[in-house]
C-alpha cells in the first residue's frame, strides 16, 4: 500500500520569498504523484502531477516539483510566495497496486506575511 | 472542461434524518466516482468508490449501510447518510475519473458541509 508524509503541517512564509512544502511517499511500485491546493470551505485543486517521463514538473500559479526516485519524495517550490498562495496543500500517490486511488498527506498549512 | 458539481454546497440537518448528496460530471462522463470525508483541519479520508451500474466498493471502517451510494448514470454519483447523527457532521467532496478509463485522472467537486443538530 502506498502512503504519503508531509514534513511540516504549517509553512509561514514573506511575501516573495520561497515557499518549500516537502512530501515523501512510499510506493511498492511506480507511483503517479500529485500536489493539489484548496482554499477554505472549497474543494481541491490540482496544481501539478508526476507520472512519467521528466522528473522536473511545473505546475499551475507557478508551483513546480522534482521526483526524485532515490530519496522517495516529490517537494513543492515556488520560487516568490504571493499573499493569495496563503492555503492548505496536499500531496498525494496513487499506484496500480491499489486501483491508483488517492492517498493524501495531512496537508501542509501555508501562511504569508506581508 | 473537467468539471464537477455537488448540490447542495451546504446542508443543516436534524439528528435522525437523512440527507442526499449529489455529485456530477458536467462535462464528461465517468464510469468511476469517489466519495471523501474531510473533518477540520485534517486531510482527506476515503470513504467509497463508485462504479457507474453496480455496486459501490467501500473503504475499511466506512458503514455501508449508514453511507449509501448510487451511481445511476455516468454522470451522477449520490451519497445518501441515513440516520444522520452529529459525528457524521462533515465536509464530503467527490471526485471523478474521465471515462475512457484514465487511471490517474480525478476531478474534484467542491464539496458539500454537512452539518447534523
Known amino acids: 500500500a502506498q502512503s504519503v508524509t508531509q514534513l511540516g503541517s504549517h509553512v509561514s512564509v514573506s511575501e516573495g520569498a520561497l515557499v518549500l512544502l516537502r512530501c515523501n511517499y512510499s510506493s511498492s511500485v511506480p507511483p503517479y504523484l500529485f500536489w493539489y491546493v484548496q482554499y477554505p470551505n472549497q474543494g481541491l485543486q490540482l496544481l501539478l502531477k508526476?507520472?512519467?517521463?521528466?522528473?522536473l514538473v511545473k505546475g499551475i500559479n507557478g508551483f513546480e516539483a522534482e521526483f526524485k526516485k532515490s530519496e522517495t519524495s516529490f517537494h513543492l517550490t515556488k520560487p516568490s510566495a504571493h499573499m493569495s498562495d496563503a492555503a492548505e496543500y496536499f500531496c498525494?500517490?496513487?499506484?496500480?497496486?491499489?486501483?491508483?486511488?488517492?492517498?493524501f498527506g495531512a496537508g501542509t498549512t501555508v501562511t504569508v506575511r506581508a | 472542461g473537467a468539471v464537477v458539481s455537488q448540490h447542495p454546497s451546504r446542508v443543516i440537518c436534524k439528528s435522525g434524518t437523512s440527507v442526499k448528496i449529489e455529485c456530477r460530471s458536467l462535462d464528461f462522463q465517468a464510469t468511476t466516482m469517489f466519495w471523501y470525508r474531510q473533518f477540520p483541519k485534517q486531510s482527506l479520508m476515503l470513504m467509497a468508490t463508485?462504479?457507474?451500474?453496480?455496486?459501490?466498493?467501500?473503504e475499511q471502517g466506512v458503514e455501508k449501510d449508514k453511507f449509501l451510494i448510487n451511481h445511476a448514470s455516468l454522470t451522477l454519483s449520490t451519497l445518501t447518510v441515513t440516520s444522520a447523527h452529529p459525528e457524521d457532521s462533515s465536509f464530503y467532496i467527490c471526485?471523478?475519473?474521465?471515462?475512457?478509463?484514465?487511471?490517474?485522472?480525478?476531478?474534484f467537486g467542491p464539496g458539500t458541509r454537512l452539518t447534523v443538530t
Open positions: 463508485s462504479n457507474e451500474g453496480s455496486k459501490a466498493t467501500y
Open positions: 498525494a500517490v496513487s499506484d496500480r497496486s491499489n486501483d491508483y486511488k488517492l492517498s
Open positions: 508526476y507520472t512519467t517521463g521528466a522528473t
Open positions: 471526485s471523478a475519473r474521465p471515462s475512457p478509463t484514465s487511471d490517474y485522472e480525478q476531478y
